[in-house]
Nanobody
Framework: VQLVESGGGLVQPGGSLRLSCAAS????????MSWYRQRPGEVRELVAT????????NYADSTKGRFTISRDNAKNTVYLQMNSLKPEDTAVYYC?????????WGKGTLVTVSS
């Protein structure tokens, strides 16, 4: 299993970013996918989850209405569209899949929200 995140960077408050996670090594379309984040000095937290076919999504309360998770099963890619970004969204964002009871993680992509 390989998960490779991209799309992070520096953005001003109120701005937008779109993260991507390219997956390989497993049958992508059969698994729910999630985005997590880890803020400096804090534990990793769940941001959003999408079911295998993309028909259902769930979000952390702190991101509802601002973030949108989506997936393209033809491209083995999951996305996180982040709008109205706040300084407290600054974190390393990780792609995740739970497969056969094992959590797999990418290396993460850093998002910094600052003026």
């Amino acid at each position: 299993v390989q998960l490779v995140e991209s799309g992070g960077g520096l953005v001003q408050p109120g701005g937008s970013l779109r993260l991507s996670c390219a997956a390989s090594g497993f049958t992508f379309s059969s698994y729910a996918m999630s985005w997590y984040r880890q803020r400096p000095g804090e534990v990793r937290e769940l941001v959003a989850t999408i079911t295998s076919a993309g028909g259902s999504t769930n979000y952390a309360d702190s991101t509802k209405g601002r973030f949108t998770i989506s997936r393209d099963n033809a491209k083995n890619t999951v996305y996180l569209q982040m709008n109205s970004l706040k300084p407290e969204d600054t974190a390393v964002y990780y792609c995740n899949v739970l497969r056969w009871g094992i959590n797999y993680w990418g290396k993460g992509t850093l998002v910094t929200v600052s003026s």
